[in-house]
């Protein structure tokens, strides 16, 4: 009656994975759903041959990261906490003091939050590169501009 179909699971290995290249302006971007998007494509979400293993997700370059909108009053009550493990070692960064020294890292704290805490994670962040004004180095990769919602 019924034929024994015999489907193969694909799983991608790490020299078949073509890597794109993606620019993303942040000017007027609303930071929680443009890092949803990058972490998406840094994953590999968005090609069929996504495996949860392997890095099958592309470069993003994002520039005018000083230009990122923030929703509500996150400009002024957001901050970040770190602790260097000594004793009154408390460490609290504002955002809205970030945005005028460093504002890159505002959009790699929210991507890193997104992507796995693993060795994974970590080989996925660095496909990311950050730029606070208009100008990258990377225009000899021939980057796609891409629009995020």
Known sequence: MSKSLSFKTYSAKPGEVERSWYV???DGQVLGRM???IARVLRGKHKP??????DTG????????????LSG????QKSYFSHSNYPGGVKFDHVKDLLKKKPEKI?????????????????????L????????PHASQNPVEMKVN
């Open 107 to 127: 959009i790699e704290h929210a991507v890193w939050g997104m992507l796995p805490h693993n060795n994974l994670g970590r080989q996925l962040f660095k496909k």
């Open 58 to 69: 592309d470069f993003i370059v994002v520039t005018n990261a000083a230009k990122i909108g």
């Open 35 to 37: 890092a949803a998007e």
């Open 73 to 76: 009053k996150k400009t002024e």
């Open 49 to 54: 041959q996504f495996t949860p293993h392997i």
């Open 24 to 26: 993303i302006d942040a």
């Open 129 to 136: 590169k950050v730029y606070a004004g208009p100008e990258h």
